[in-house]
T-cell receptor
Framework: EDKVVQSPLSLVVHEGDTVTLNCSYE??????LLWYKQEKKAPTFLFML????IEKKSGRLSSILDKKELSSILNITATQTGDSAIYLC???????????FGQGTRLTINP | NAGVTQTPKFQVLKTGQSMTLQCAQD?????MYWYRQDPGMGLRLIYY???????DKGEVPNGYNVSRLNKREFSLRLESAAPSQTSVYFC???????????FGPGTRLTVL
């Protein structure tokens, strides 16, 4: 059965710190990995990483896919209180026709 | 464009009551999904419709039914609500299963 595990489950840091969130997966015939940010309401899309594109960057956020280790990291530099959210990782496998989500990492940025 | 809309936003039911959660998208997406989110559990897939005319069970389908009414609309029905179904329900849509999903604002359901 396809499985996605995120760590840590919860993280509290001070504004300005750099954080690294982890996502590991056990998926047959992996095709893509997605990161979402969820504040108070619905998840919003951040990045998609595929076998042909293993690194994405947007401002202070960046993500890398390690196909050998079957994992991905999401880095946030110079964190701000607005980065406080749940970060969700999801993986899609060909033929599955759906995403499998991890449990999420709750990130809290204290001023 | 409204994106993905869900109704109602909040609902309180008594055990045994039934209700239907409505979802509509105006992005001409082919695939639609229903998730539930409980504290510490991430998003768990209830049912999905990869394309109009098809529906499939997800990870936690027991106690639910779905209808893909047309390309725009995908409803979730609880036939006999139970306290274990207290949760936040999200509908999502995507152009295809391998594309990013767009989520609705969610429905907070409480079953007493």
């Amino acid at each position: 059965e396809d499985k996605v595990v995120q760590s840590p489950l919860s993280l509290v840091v001070h504004e300005g710190d750099t954080v690294t969130l982890n996502c590991s997966y056990e998926v047959t015939n992996f095709r893509s990995l997605l990161w979402y940010k969820q504040e108070k309401k619905a998840p919003t899309f951040l990045f998609m990483l595929t076998s042909s594109g293993i690194e994405k960057k947007s401002g202070r956020l960046s993500s890398i896919l390690d196909k050998k280790e079957l994992s991905s990291i999401l880095n946030i530099t110079a964190t701000q209180t607005g980065d406080s959210a749940i970060y969700l990782c999801a993986v899609e496998a060909p033929g599955a026709q759906k995403l499998v989500f991890g449990q999420g990492t709750r990130l809290t940025i204290n001023p | 464009n409204a994106g993905v809309t869900q109704t109602p936003k909040f609902q309180v039911l008594k055990t045994g009551q039934s209700m239907t959660l409505q979802c509509a998208q105006d992005m001409n997406h082919n695939s639609m999904y229903w998730y539930r989110q409980d504290p510490g559990m991430g998003l768990r897939l209830i049912y999905y419709s990869a394309s109009e005319g098809t529906t499939d069970k997800g990870e936690v389908p027991n106690g639910y039914n779905v209808s893909r009414l047309n390309k725009r609309e995908f409803s979730l029905r609880l036939e006999s609500a139970a306290p274990s179904q207290t949760s936040v329900y999200f509908c999502a849509s995507s152009e295809a299963p391998w594309y990013e999903q767009f989520f609705g604002p969610g429905t907070r359901l409480t079953v007493l």
